[in-house]
């Protein structure tokens, strides 16, 4: 809400409904009689801390609390704000927090009334107290001091906090795996070729140790457990197999060094992972049961981005059906289920992750969703899933399900398919159709622009084709491949297909169109066949008057 234009719809809206209920996490109103009392004003510095240590929001005053006012008398809490000095007034406002923060303030002006506009930034780099030493946060509509457990939290979610490169009082000698770290070093100049390498020369090269003094990041990737379980928690790890009937095939609960973590969760997974045989067109292939890369893009995850200042467990667990593996810890820099294939990569544990990334144990570009997401696709599964429950992240694969046509044409042909050309194989195959509307909603928490991503998958796919309807557009398995996607209903389509499609092309370019716009790039000959179309397609809505003049979109864009 940073533009007067919306400032003003907000002011409208107070006209007839209670300031109340309008404010929020993000949003409060203030009333004040005087500059004077504006800067006098304690409550005023506990919002401008609760704002900056949660989301961010706006302080608007010169609202009164609809409390104050008789009911329904709505309009009397308009009662605006003596014009200040903004300059003067930002940097009165900014000394009475701790760090200062890069307060926006502008006046607006409404039916007569000005009003004053305090926009607070969220700290990302540390929390914001009052001048009086108070830490307080945002619950629901209201401001609040924090409580100790809460700054701790808040602490470990501020981005340039990093737990995992504290320092550790420790001899590395006394307290690191021997093997692992002689395996580790060994890899180390393998991969980089390097001749020689003297043991504190290497852990201060993977950060380790830094000018000799160990890390937490080092400890927990190289060091002995009883070592780790001292100086830093109880972390265990947890591998379960359970067959068919829920009997535990494998049981195997551990606590141990980062280095030898990785190390015996991947056997594990080896070991579930058998290959099985698959039939198709005749001939039999050998599949790998579940799809290694997508194990270890979660695996690695949980074990990077766990929040390692509580104790708790990491956890795999493999039901044939599906792998579900949790690890302790919220989400965190912003990152949440809803848009963790789209949003910047996030490190909890900065120098862990660095280390990790030395070894290509994770990647330094955060592709690992997009990985578990393409590799999931080309078994004919859906996407994973990501849960965050009970201050727990909750990772579900599926398992055990396998289309086989979708696996033997990426198997053939398909090492440059991306997420939407397979996710459109897999919405065809038995179905023989997608609508595009529902790839898109799959899509969105994936790509910036669907409808491009899909637009051009299609075209790239020979098994496939645009086609549409008054219904909609639509994409559908083309004649010739109907019994490899073991389709048994052929998708028909009339003869005004390919208007459907120009005509849904051009409006997701374009955004809107006039009927003669549209009659035009359709090739109508006369206005009256034009409108007739467009009454017909539910797609598509019409704003403005009747006949020529009328504006058309997509529905539901």
Not at 125 to 131: I, K, P
Not at 148 to 170: C, F, G, M, R
Not at 380 to 387: A, L, Y
Request: hydrophobic share 35%; charged share 25%; net charge positive.
């Amino acid at each position: 809400m940073n533009t007067e234009e919306q400032i003003n719809i907000l002011l409208n809206r107070l006209l007839s409904e209670p300031s109340e209920s309008l404010e929020s996490d993000v949003l409060e109103f203030k009333s004040f009689s005087s500059e004077t009392a504006l800067h006098n004003s304690k409550d005023l510095n506990d919002e401008i801390s609760a704002f900056a240590n949660l989301k961010g929001g706006i302080i608007l005053v010169g609202v009164k609390d609809s409390k104050q006012v008789p009911f329904g008398s709505w309009t009397e809490q308009l009662v605006g704000f003596v014009p200040v000095d903004l300059h003067t007034t930002r940097e009165r406002l900014r000394g009475k927090v701790k760090p200062s923060l890069d307060l926006d303030l502008e006046e607006v002006k409404f039916q007569g009334l000005n009003y004053l506009v305090i926009q607070v930034p969220r700290s990302r780099s540390s929390l914001v107290a009052t001048s009086g030493g108070k830490v307080c946060t945002r619950d629901g509509k209201s401001s609040r001091p924090m409580t100790p457990d809460e700054i701790t939290n808040a602490v470990k979610n501020l981005q340039d906090y990093d737990w995992s490169a504290e320092s550790v009082a420790e001899d590395p000698d006394q307290v690191l795996n021997s093997s692992a770290v002689n395996e580790s070093l060994l890899e180390f100049v393998k991969h980089r070729r390097i001749e020689s390498l003297s043991r504190p020369e290497f852990l201060e090269a993977i950060g380790a140790t830094q000018n000799g003094v160990l890390t937490k990041s080092g400890l927990l990737f190289l060091g002995k457990p009883d070592a780790i379980r001292k100086c830093l928690g109880s972390f265990e790890y947890r591998f379960s197999q359970k067959n068919k009937s829920g009997r535990l095939v494998i049981n195997d609960v551990w606590s141990d060094c980062l280095w030898e973590t990785i190390k015996r969760g991947k056997a594990h997974f080896d070991k579930c992972n058998v290959n099985i045989p698959i039939k198709f067109e005749g001939q039999e292939y050998w599949v790998p049961y579940l799809d290694g890369t997508a194990f270890h893009e979660a695996y690695l995850n949980a074990l990077v981005h766990r929040d390692y200042a509580v104790d708790g467990m990491i956890s795999v667990n493999f039901m044939g059906d599906r792998l579900v593996i949790t690890s302790p810890g919220s989400f965190y820099g912003g990152v949440t289920p809803e848009n963790i294939a789209k949003h910047e990569p996030r490190h909890r544990n900065k120098a862990l992750a660095k280390m990790l990334m030395t070894y290509h144990f994770v990647d330094r570009a955060g592709v690992g969703v997009l990985r578990m997401n393409i590799n999931s696709l080309r078994y004919g599964r859906t996407f994973p899933s990501f849960v965050d429950r009970d201050n727990t992240v909750e990772v579900t694969m599926q398992g055990e399900f396998i289309r086989p046509g979708i696996f033997v044409l990426t198997m053939r042909s398909g090492k440059d398919y991306g997420i939407p050309e397979l996710l459109i194989l897999n919405s065809v195959y038995e179905t023989g159709s997608v609508s595009v509307q529902s790839l898109i909603k799959q899509l969105e928490k994936i790509e910036d622009n669907p409808w491009l991503s899909i637009e051009t998958a299609a075209n790239r796919l020979d098994v496939v084709e645009l086609c549409g309807s008054k219904a909609g557009i639509f994409i559908r398995v083309k004649q010739d491949w109907m019994k490899f996607f073991e389709v048994t209903k052929i998708f028909r389509i009339t003869a005004s297909s390919k208007h459907h499609v120009k005509l849904y092309q051009y409006l997701m370019r374009h955004g809107t169109a006039s009927n003669t716009d549209i009659k035009e790039h359709l090739g109508f000959k006369r206005t009256t066949q034009t409108s007739s179309f467009l009454r017909k397609s539910s797609y598509v809505k019409r704003s403005g008057p009747r006949g020529p003049g009328s504006v058309w979109s997509i529905r539901d864009r």
